[in-house]
């Protein structure tokens, strides 16, 4: 079997969501800088531009300033109306209390986006960034092909079957995701990664919401991580993380914390989902010509997925034309990356769990709001507490650093002082 990828041969890339989007105009960017010419396939049978679920790639749809700059390296700028908001500081709620959180630096942008044509309850009227993608892909040379693979066989080439055909591929791109069962045979040895169940739904944004702030609460219902509002031009995202978050959480979330009201005596649910999210990596996620991008692979731990789409399809297709298309060549020269992001998520784990430990702590509760007080007052750059907070709710950061930030000096210092502090006050 040839190793690498030769004039006139086909790439299918299953799946047209960010990760098979980017994975095609890698692809095509990084062969016309070869002067390789491959036929590029995209399968994905949804309508992006659709409202609701259905058209939807079920995410809280925040772009990560990292993710923005690997637009600008693709040479893609998001059209303003993809963009819902920008995003310029976060909202914290602790014990009735609310803390501003603003970006560490004006480098750090966020945005928000919708998946697919918005909301389920109203007519289609919001230019989505998996369609925008998915057009870019087109325009770059890829073919999209709106068929629903069912079946990848393994073989010399593998092949994909449709209802309507069977198609030989000299190197499969698996783009599914993990809220898509994968059509691989069970030959090829893949595993799906390890998941959790979130819950979403969409309101009204009322005329008096702040339209750059997210909010962010803890604690409650039961096994809440974090809940967020995220403003969404005239709507508002409730995204809530935690264990295996059913849609009823969405009600008790918003009576536990008093938004009812805020969202005002009329508002109704737009658009409810229980999206799964990837925890784990993906048991094996390469063989001989073919390669798992985006969640259907290995992603950031809770955040920034739509980057980690970006960053694994980049490392792929990098791997693919520089190594081969062996499984051999993708130990090489994709599975090293991969293990980074597996590495961090461990960080990241030991962040996330420390910081629901902490949380049961009223002194702990009190320390964290004296520190971002004081910290409101303070120089961007001596905002350590208020930085590692807006690294894990964004995924600006890799999860290493900011478990190293927390374990700076001056970190260490100010967690204790404000520790005796609170103990002072409770007594």
């Not at 790639?57 to 390296?73: P, Q, V, W």
Request: proline residues 6%; contains cysteine.
């Amino acid at each position: 079997m040839r190793n690498r990828l030769s004039d006139g041969e086909r790439v299918c890339i299953v799946g047209g969501g960010p990760a098979g989007s980017f994975a095609a105009m890698h692809l095509l960017r990084e062969a016309r800088t070869r002067s390789l010419d491959l036929e590029v396939l995209i399968f994905e049978p949804r309508d992006f531009s659709r409202p609701g679920p259905v058209g939807c790639n079920r995410c809280a749809g925040i772009l990560s300033d990292s993710l923005l700059n690997g637009l600008a390296e693709l040479e893609l700028e998001l059209p303003r109306d993809v963009i819902q908001a920008d995003i310029d500081s976060y909202r914290i709620h602790i014990d009735g209390v609310q803390i501003k959180i603003d970006k560490p630096g004006e480098s750090r942008h966020l945005v928000s986006v919708y998946r697919g044509g918005g909301p389920r309850m109203i007519s289609n009227e919001v230019e989505g960034f998996d369609a925008f993608l998915l057009s870019q892909a087109r325009q770059a040379g890829a073919t999209i092909v709106p068929r629903r693979v069912h079946t990848i066989s393994p073989g010399d080439r593998p092949m994909l079957h449709t209802i309507e055909s069977e198609i030989p591929a000299d190197l499969v791109i698996l783009a599914t995701g993990v809220n898509s069962r994968s059509p691989l045979d069970r030959a090829f040895g893949y595993r799906p990664p390890q998941n959790a169940t979130m819950a979403q739904d969409e309101f009204m944004r009322p005329e008096a919401w702040p339209e750059k702030t997210v909010h962010a609460y803890f604690n409650q219902p039961a096994g809440l991580i974090f809940g967020a509002l995220i403003p969404k031009g005239r709507y508002v995202n409730v995204s809530l993380l935690g264990e295996d978050m059913s849609i009823s959480a969405v009600g008790e979330f918003l009576e536990a914390h008093q938004l009812s009201e805020r969202l005002g005596s009329d508002y109704r649910s737009l658009c409810g989902c229980t999206p799964k999210i990837a925890v784990r990596a993906s048991r094996r996620y390469y063989g001989p010509r073919w390669v798992a991008v985006g969640d259907a692979a290995v992603t950031r731990l809770y955040k920034d997925g739509i980057g980690s789409a970006f960053a694994t399809a980049r490392a792929a297709v990098r791997s693919a034309l520089e190594h081969g298309v062996s499984a051999q060549s993708f130990r090489q020269g994709y599975r090293p990356y991969c293990r980074e992001v597996i590495v961090d998520n461990r960080y990241g784990r030991v962040l996330f769990s420390s910081w629901q430990r902490a949380l049961q702590y009223p002194t702990f509760r009190r320390t964290l709001l004296r520190i971002l007080r004081a910290e409101e007052h303070e120089p961007p750059e001596k905002r350590i507490y208020s930085r590692i907070l807006w690294g894990m709710l964004s995924g600006g950061e890799t999860y290493r650093d900011l478990f190293r930030l927390s374990l700076n000096p001056r970190a260490m210092r100010t967690i204790v002082k404000g520790w005796l502090s609170a103990q002072r006050e409770l007594r």
